[in-house]
Nanobody, 124 residues
């Protein structure tokens, strides 16, 4: 079992930055691929970014490329999402997820554990 707790969300103006954190506890964090997803009101949950167990592989949604960076610190059992140049369209609840695999995953149903989410609101 893995428990995930996100933090770092908030209200920011367009063009600003936020760094989300996801602290994991439970089973061996370093053996899990991690991902960030988001869900805006009235929309389906969508993939944002993923990182392999070692941090050696990452993959981003087109909407995140060039603006967001996913990273992890296995010593701290934490994964991060640095978000720069934020836009109003980035407004959503952001979820951290863990997949019991060493490979990166972009599909939500491939993830085994989810956090409760953190709200990100970008004002224009």
């Amino acid at each position: 079992q893995v428990q995930l707790v996100e933090s770092g969300g908030g209200l920011v103006q367009a063009g600003g930055s936020l760094r989300l954190s996801c602290a994991a506890s439970g089973r061996t964090f370093s053996s899990y691929a991690m991902g960030w997803f988001r869900q805006a009101p009235g929309k389906e949950r969508e993939f944002v970014a993923t990182i392999s167990w070692s941090g050696g592989s990452t993959y981003y949604a087109d909407s995140a490329k060039g603006r967001f960076t996913i990273s992890r610190d296995n010593a701290k059992n934490t994964v991060y999402l640095q978000m720069n140049s934020l836009k109003p369209d980035d407004t959503a609840v952001y979820y951290c997820a863990a997949a019991n695999t060493v490979f990166i995953r972009t599909v939500a149903r491939r993830y085994d554990y989810w956090g409760q989410g953190t709200q990100v609101t970008v004002s224009s």
